[in-house]
């Protein structure tokens, strides 16, 4: 079976521009996670969905952060305008539950904002 | 607020030694506790996740225990090997929140 599926793996790009990044979940999981991993703050949850339907966006930082889910297969984290110091490793993740099951992990999208 | 805390941040040790990763947790009321083991510029890998109820798991050489009365988990990799050189996270699940996780114990495995 595919695992989660990210792109792009790399995103190098100008501060002030637009950042879109995807995510593929596991056929069948009801749960989708994106998570941001930076050296000082370790990995850190941004949104998750059940169902395609956001549930806990707590941790997105602010309102130049964006996700959506449009249908089962597919997600978006979106920032806009990009700033430096979204520079991190954001991945995905998705589950059939969030008690039982364990969470799978794609492999992630190195963003690095100039 | 739930606080998962793993010491050391890097271990070193020499090919074939048993050793021990450590995680604590500041809340028990947790619905389980995974152990993840994360490579250079990859994403993560689940290895042991064990519920509530339960007080460990075992797969090949890792094993897992929990005790939440005293808020601890512990990883235990027998016969280590170079292979086994990464990051590994411990993270944890409660109710209405997505997994809550630690920095990570970095382990370096010598030949």
């Known amino acids: 079976d595919a695992g989660v599926i990210q792109s792009p793996r790399h995103e190098v790009t100008e501060m002030g521009q637009e950042v879109t990044l995807r995510c593929k979940p596991i056929?069948?999981?009801?749960?989708l996670f994106w998570y941001r991993q930076t050296m000082m703050r370790g990995l850190e949850l941004l949104i998750y969905?059940?169902?395609?339907?956001?549930?806990?966006d707590s941790g997105m930082p602010e309102d130049r952060f964006s996700a959506k889910m449009p249908n089962a297969s597919f997600s978006t984290l979106k920032i806009q305008p990009s700033e430096p110091r979204d520079s991190a490793v954001y991945f995905c993740?998705?589950?059939?539950?969030?008690?039982?099951?364990?969470?799978?992990f794609g492999d992630g999208t190195r963003l690095s904002i100039l | 607020k739930q606080e998962v805390t793993q010491i050391p941040a890097a271990l070193s040790v020499p090919e074939g030694e048993n050793l021990v990763l450590n995680c604590s947790f500041t809340?028990?009321?947790?619905?389980?506790l995974q152990w993840f083991r994360q490579d250079p510029g990859k994403g993560l890998t689940s290895l042991l996740l064990?519920?509530?109820?339960?007080r460990e798991q075992t797969s090949g050489r890792l094993n897992a225990s929990l005790d939440k009365s005293s808020g601890r988990s512990t990883l235990y990799i027998a016969a280590s090997q170079p292979g086994d050189s990464a990051t590994y996270l411990c993270?944890?699940?409660?109710?209405?929140?997505?997994?809550?996780f630690g920095k990570g114990t970095t382990l370096s495995v010598s030949s």
């Open positions: 993740a998705s589950s059939l539950d969030t008690s039982l099951q364990p969470q799978h």
């Open positions: 056929s069948g999981h009801d749960y």
């Open positions: 969905f059940n169902n395609n339907v956001p549930i806990d």
């Open positions: 809340d028990s009321a947790i619905y389980n």
């Open positions: 064990i519920q509530s109820s339960q």
């Open positions: 993270a944890l699940s409660q109710a209405g929140t997505a997994l809550i």
